[in-house]
């Protein structure tokens, strides 16, 4: 069974930053894509950010620029560094891994951490 636990949510004031980090534990062959995601209250859940295997980013427009995906393989970690965050930033945020088991990729998601954007 493979688990993802995400940590560094929390309240943070306009402008300010924060930096979320998702861990993968678990017995697994290899991790694919990884991501995150957002859902604010009455929204869906929409994309963050995701990377490659090779480390290529791709963000949502509404955070180019602000926010940051890295990843490391050899931690199986995956991390977003999220910068100038402003209200509407304020979702609780879920990181996915496209994790390798039993000869097929399947989507494995964390539990989700708050981040909340007031002054």
């Known amino acids: 069974q493979v688990q993802l636990v995400e940590s560094g949510g929390g309240l943070v004031q306009p402008g300010g930053s924060l930096r979320l980090s998702c861990a993968a534990s678990?017995?697994?062959?290899?991790?694919?894509?990884m991501g995150w995601y957002r859902q604010a209250p009455g929204n869906q859940r929409d994309m963050v950010a995701t990377?490659?295997?090779?480390?290529?980013?791709n963000y949502a427009d509404s955070v180019k620029g602000r926010f940051t995906i890295s990843r490391d393989n050899a931690k199986t970690t995956v991390s977003l560094q999220m910068n100038s965050l402003q209200p509407e930033d304020t979702a609780v945020y879920y990181c996915?891994?496209?994790?390798?088991?039993?000869?097929?990729?399947?989507?494995?998601w964390g539990q989700g951490t708050l981040v909340t954007v007031s002054s």
């Open positions: 678990g017995r697994f062959s290899s991790i694919s894509t």
């Open positions: 996915k891994m496209m994790v390798l088991l039993d000869y097929s990729y399947r989507e494995v």
């Open positions: 990377i490659t295997r090779g480390s290529i980013p």
